[in-house]
């Protein structure tokens, strides 16, 4: 009987999660030569910028991937930690809101089983 080539130990997730992240400005700058520095910054964390667009007033939309390790709160984190680092001449760039949304379909079992796996990332959390 031959070996299996796929087996747990040498395998990972083949998926990907989607998310629509809004930041919000003060006042945008007036180019977003930043975008791409942003993609490279980002990338380490997990965290693919597949898009970027900006919508009046203010607002910087992003379409993110991840890998269903990210966290939603390290997108919101990182994102807009390091575009803020590359705008280090403007320290005041962003309100202090976000909105950070999944894309894409799931069903029900799905979502309650992450809610109950965080249980074990938050020792606090009844």
Same mark, same amino acid.
Do not use: C
């Given at each position: 009987? #031959?070996?299996?080539?796929?087996?747990?130990?040498? =395998?990972?997730?083949?998926? @990907?999660?989607?998310?629509?992240?809004?930041?919000?400005?003060?006042?945008?700058?007036?180019?977003?030569?930043?975008?791409? #520095?942003?993609?490279?910054?980002?990338?380490?964390?997990?965290?693919?910028?597949?898009?970027?667009?900006?919508?009046?007033?203010?607002?910087?939309?992003?379409?993110?991937?991840?890998? #269903?390790? =990210?966290?939603?709160?390290?997108?919101?984190?990182? =994102?807009?930690?390091?575009? @803020?680092?590359?705008?280090?001449?403007?320290?005041?760039?962003?309100?202090?809101?976000?909105?950070?949304?999944?894309?894409?379909?799931?069903?029900?079992?799905?979502?309650?089983?992450?809610?109950?796996?965080?249980?074990?990332?938050?020792?606090?959390?009844?």
């Amino acid at each position: 009987m #031959p070996e299996p080539t796929y087996r747990a130990g040498n =395998v990972t997730e083949a998926y @990907q999660l989607m998310w629509s992240y809004a930041l919000f400005w003060h006042r945008p700058p007036a180019d977003f030569i930043w975008f791409e #520095p942003l993609q490279a910054a980002t990338e380490p964390d997990d965290i693919r910028l597949l898009n970027h667009r900006f919508q009046s007033p203010n607002v910087s939309q992003f379409l993110i991937s991840t890998t #269903p390790a =990210v966290p939603p709160l390290r997108i919101a984190q990182r =994102v807009k930690g390091r575009l @803020q680092h590359l705008l280090t001449d403007r320290p005041d760039a962003f309100r202090r809101n976000y909105s950070l949304r999944s894309l894409g379909s799931t069903k029900r079992d799905k979502v309650e089983a992450y809610v109950a796996s965080q249980l074990g990332h938050h020792p606090l959390a009844d």
